[in-house]
């Protein structure tokens, strides 16, 4: 047991003889284990885990929920992230034992249900995106960025072309497009931005050559702003023999405005964890469906969804097929959960969406911007950057603002991404926020500018009221404990 | 419109598109050129209200087959294990559901803890030094064992075992083909990795050798046997594991695996079709900088109490871009926080009472089912599943079990052509022995 004021972990609860489960007994003969498993693999050492009972069990975790912060519990606009509403029915319909109990190797007959569901989500973000077909199989975000890529090499392979080994990013791109760039065998390249905080045209036809296999961007990009060139820049990609790919983080600012496949964008990828509302879960599980456009059909993940008369079931015939991704079909649970937003909002409903998403980022951003160092004065789209610079002068930087806003309950904004701008907070307020929480919130951020100037010590030892201090990083990454031993 | 999820009002827009200095909404889009502009309809599907919406993926969900209503003889990966009512009740609690990755630790210290309890439990599970806090599920963190390995040992050749779970090989074949790797699958033999073979495969070039235990054909591979010849050549073993099994097999940590991986789904996590489950990444220490993924750290404050949170972030995407152990940012968070509650719930007595029902109920089920005079093939020792050979294919028996109220096991001609009329059997703590003698009666006389 855990004596001092620190919250206990549950293996500090544990008491020998406690158990918090209900097993049937065995109801077939016994059979003496210590005999049946040769030695090698009879397990001599137990496991330690905890042994705790039922009611202990929900307070510990109840009491760590009561450390956490999530959207129900208050306004969390972490810029990239669309911390919007997860709706309740979304909840209770992803648990219906013909979603929540179906395993994946069932008969296709016995699933007609399951399929139904995901080939009409696939035809909702083929509608939404403007691309000609949609694979639900990736898991999350950076999991789609990596098949689009692995599906634009495969093509540019299937044209014998080989030497196509770069992939460019925006230098404001999310770390997952590099990242995913690598993995999937290329080397990253990267392109400045404008001082409109958009790609330089300039710059990039400076780096793109017949090595080209892609650009990806974000539209809108990472700092909120609508890439306003994106014409020209397809024709730049096109013309050089790359392909366009769209990481749709950003999708929550554009839905019925703009889609991807107008834009000249060949491959998309979606967070269905952003835009359609799958929970963020603490971190995951999310779901990253990719659609493309005919010319990259072939390549697709197998297996195919298909509709035949009026059965689905999936085609593994795809000799071109980049193979699979994934196990099974994706992240079913998540896809019920969109699939199901999607029908609850229904084509204008999503259109509207992204118009409040964007009306408020709009409002945020100019209640704010003197306060601030606003780096783009440009309407933004559903997210915005603004830098503190001003402050930093003052000492106090933009990691101890985003520490004071905890103490008035709210998550802080995404800080120090992207890495473009110098002590940036990228804010996203999404659509499911009433102005009286923007205002809120406004209010705040400006007093906390205030306080820079007449009170820096108050911003600069900020959190005040959290349950715990700010920690100590630099010794938890120089003497790593990633785990609990009993003393 | 009016919409529940929209909370901006009429008056609301009027006063922030003033403050804005625009006059409507259309004007802050006036930066998409209007060649690009999408007018008319999303050909979206018309929106239901909640009732409606109700009663139609009620009707989807009825049209499914499920494995609460049907006894379940079907693993092959995904398997259906009693789950814990605390489970769902902690797992909805938004303050979990709703958040984030705990990038602000203060106000995240729930998160941080949960998690850094999970990577305690998968450790002490896998008899490893380091696990990271979820992958998105087995088979992909497979892969990026395979991608760490080659990364590690600078060679290019990943050997797998054809007793891996065949879709995960799928998988690995896609991560690898990434990364100019080269996979070279070598055969089973009687249900186990053919040591001979694999040894005429091993070289210098080897990164890693890639088997799973318990198999997909539910057999125990010779893991000691095999680690000796794998790092005779100074390759990574790499080893893929059902988490419940180690509730009462010696676990691959204490038999010289370098990196641990499995899915964590037998744990508190539905079926679901597939998805999500959770995967886990365990390591020796060694390896712990090459981990892909987010790891917890314990630390303390500045007054001196104890906290979590994320750390040697130098191996992440979103610090390193493309120089990064791996592109995964979003992971299965929820899920592992559901799996450490059916971990905790069940305990140290229950998860190994669990896993030992589950070899017990699969005993029982083969020596009946060899008594009814069926033909099970491979004599190895197994955890809950095992193989038997039909007269008839296993689709129409399945069909025939699906009349009883049955869902059959998994046909195994779709990925081994030796084994068309083979149907692997799983038999978890779930089944109880009626069911059982029921699946028996009804495949035992049909032979
Ligand atoms: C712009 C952008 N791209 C890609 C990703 C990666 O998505 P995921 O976390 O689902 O892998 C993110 C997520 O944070 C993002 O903000």
Redo the contacts between chains.
């Keep these: 047991m855990n004596t001092n004021?620190?919250?206990s972990?549950?293996?500090e609860l544990?008491e020998?003889g406690?158990?918090?489960?209900?097993?049937?007994e065995?109801?077939?003969?016994?059979?003496d284990?210590n005999e049946?498993?040769?030695e090698?693999?009879?397990?001599?050492?137990?496991?330690?885990?905890?042994?705790?009972s039922?009611l202990q069990?929900?307070r510990?975790?109840?009491?760590?929920?009561?450390?956490?912060?999530?959207?129900?519990?208050g306004f969390?606009p972490?810029g990239s992230?669309t911390?919007?509403?997860?709706?309740k029915?979304n909840?209770?319909?992803?648990?219906?034992?013909?979603?929540?109990?179906?395993?994946?190797?069932?008969?296709e007959e016995?699933?007609?249900?399951?399929l139904?569901?995901m080939y009409?989500l696939q035809?909702?973000l083929v509608?939404?995106t403007?691309m000609d077909e949609v694979t639900l199989q990736p898991?999350?975000?950076?999991?789609g960025?990596?098949t689009g890529l692995?599906m634009i090499?495969a093509f540019h392979e299937a044209n014998g072309d080989f030497n196509r080994t770069k992939v460019i990013v925006p230098d404001s791109a999310?770390?997952?497009n590099?990242?995913?760039?690598?993995?999937?065998?290329f080397?990253?390249v990267t392109v400045k931005s404008n001082e409109k905080g958009i790609v330089d045209l300039e710059d990039l036809k400076r780096v793109v050559d017949k090595d080209t296999a892609a650009l990806m961007l974000t539209n809108p990009n990472t700092l909120g702003?609508?890439e306003?060139d994106?014409?020209e820049m397809a024709e730049i990609i096109h013309s050089a023999g790359g392909k366009l790919y769209y990481d749709g983080a950003n999708m929550n600012a554009?839905?019925?405005?703009?889609?991807p496949g107008?834009?000249g964008f060949d491959v998309v990828h979606l967070?269905l964890?952003k835009t359609f509302t799958g929970?963020?879960?603490?971190?995951?599980?999310?779901?990253g469906p990719v659609g493309v456009k005919a010319d990259l059909v072939p390549y697709l993940?197998k297996p195919v969804l298909v509709k035949e008369d009026a059965a689905y079931r999936f085609d593994y015939d795809r000799p071109d097929s980049?193979?699979?991704?994934?196990?099974?079909?994706?992240?079913?649970?998540?896809n019920?959960r969109a699939y199901?937003y999607?029908?609850?909002?229904?084509?204008?409903?999503?259109?509207?969406?992204s118009?409040?998403a964007?009306?408020?980022a709009?409002?945020m951003m100019?209640?704010l911007q003197d306060a601030f160092v606003l780096p783009y004065t440009?309407?933004c789209?559903h997210e915005f950057v603004i830098s503190g610079k001003k402050q930093k002068k003052l000492g106090v930087r933009t990691l101890d603002m985003?520490?004071r806003l905890?103490d008035f309950g709210y998550?802080?904004p995404?800080i120090y991404?992207p890495i473009n701008v110098e002590e940036c907070m990228m804010i996203e307020p999404t659509?499911?926020?009433?102005?009286e929480t923007l205002d809120e919130f406004c209010d705040r951020l400006l007093q906390i500018a205030k306080e820079a100037e007449e009170n820096p010590e108050v911003v600069q030892e900020a959190?005040h009221t959290?349950?715990?201090?700010?920690?100590?990083?630099t010794?938890?990454?120089r003497k790593?404990?990633?785990?609990?031993q009993k003393a | 419109m009016k919409h529940r999820y929209l909370p901006t009002t009429e008056r609301d827009k009027k006063e922030m598109l003033e403050t804005i200095g625009v006059n409507s909404i259309e004007e802050l889009f006036a930066d998409i050129p209007e060649s690009v502009r999408f007018k008319g309809d999303l050909k979206v599907e018309k929106q239901l209200f909640e009732p409606e919406l109700i009663r139609y993926m009620s009707k989807l969900a009825r049209k499914n087959v499920n494995t609460i209503e049907n006894a379940s003889f079907l693993g092959a990966g995904v398997y259906d294990h009693a789950i814990p009512s605390v489970v769902d009740h902690v797992i909805r609690r938004s303050e979990f559901y709703t958040a984030y990755t705990p990038y602000q630790p203060e106000i995240s210290q729930g998160e941080l803890q949960a998690i850094f309890e999970f990577q305690t439990m998968i450790c002490e599970l896998t008899g490893m030094d380091v696990a990271n806090s979820s992958m998105y599920d087995g088979p992909t963190a497979l892969a990026e064992a395979g991608l760490l390995s080659a990364g590690q040992t600078k060679k290019k050749k990943i050997i797998v075992s054809k007793s891996v779970h065949p879709e995960a090989r799928a998988v690995i074949d896609t991560y690898a083909r990434g990364q100019h790797l080269s996979v070279v699958e070598v055969d089973a033999v009687n249900g186990v990795t053919d040591l001979d073979k694999l040894k005429e495969e091993m070289d210098d070039e080897t990164a890693c050798v890639m088997v799973q235990y318990p198999n997909f054909f539910g057999q125990l591979e010779p893991l000691p046997e095999l680690e000796e010849i794998v790092h005779q050549h100074k390759s990574m073993f790499v080893v893929s594991s059902n988490p419940l099994a180690l509730g009462r097999l010696t676990p691959p940590g204490d038999m010289g695996a370098d990196i641990v991986v499995g899915d964590c789904q037998p744990f508190g996590i539905p079926a679901q079709y597939g998805g999500p489950h959770c995967g886990y990444f365990a390591v020796t220490k060694k390896l712990m900088r090459k981990v892909p993924g987010r790891l917890v750290g314990e630390t303390k404050d500045e007054v001196g109490q104890r906290g979590y949170v994320l750390t040697l972030q130098a191996r992440e995407q979103h610090i390193r871009r493309d120089k990064a152990t791996s592109n995964i940012c979003s992971n299965q968070a929820l899920n592992a926080l559901a799996s450490s509650v059916a971990m905790s719930a069940l305990g140290k007595e229950g998860v190994r009472t669990m896993a030992e029902q589950n070899i017990k109920k699969a005993y029982y089920a083969k020596s009946q089912l060899e008594n009814a005079g069926l033909t099970t093939v491979f004599d190895g020792v197994y955890f809950n599943e095992f193989v038997i050979k039909l007269n008839g294919s296993v689709k129409e028996m399945n069909q025939k079990l699906l009349n009883k109220g049955i869902i059959g096991g998994y046909d195994l001609g779709r990925d081994y052509p030796e084994l068309s009329n083979h149907m692997l059997v799983a038999v978890t703590e779930n089944r109880t022995k009626e069911e059982i003698d029921t699946f028996v009666k009804e495949v035992g006389g049909a032979q």
């Design positions: 004021q620190d919250q972990l549950i293996f544990s020998p406690r158990i918090s489960y209900s097993l049937p065995l109801d077939v003969p016994d059979l284990l049946w498993l040769p090698e693999f009879n397990r001599q050492k137990e496991p330690e885990l905890p042994e705790v039922e069990l929900m510990h975790y109840t009491a760590l929920s009561k450390r956490n912060h999530g959207v129900d519990s969390y972490l992230c911390m919007k509403y997860n709706p029915i909840e209770d319909v992803a648990r219906y034992p013909g979603f929540s109990s179906i395993h994946p190797l069932q008969e016995t699933v007609q249900g399951a139904e569901m009409n035809e909702n509608a939404v403007g898991a999350a975000g950076a999991h960025e990596w692995m090499r999310h770390g997952t590099p990242a995913s760039a690598t993995v999937a065998g080397e990253a702003l609508f306003e994106i014409i554009i839905m019925g405005a703009a889609r107008d834009m967070n964890h929970p963020h879960g603490g971190g995951g599980p999310g779901s993940p980049i193979g699979r991704v994934k196990p099974y079909y994706g992240n079913f649970g998540i019920v199901t999607i029908r609850t909002m229904g084509p204008d409903g999503l259109k509207q969406v118009e409040n964007v009306l408020n709009n409002y100019r209640r440009q309407h789209k985003a520490k905890l998550h802080p995404t991404f659509e499911t926020e009433s102005k959190p959290t349950v715990i201090k700010r920690l100590d990083e010794t938890a990454a790593p404990i990633l785990r609990y």
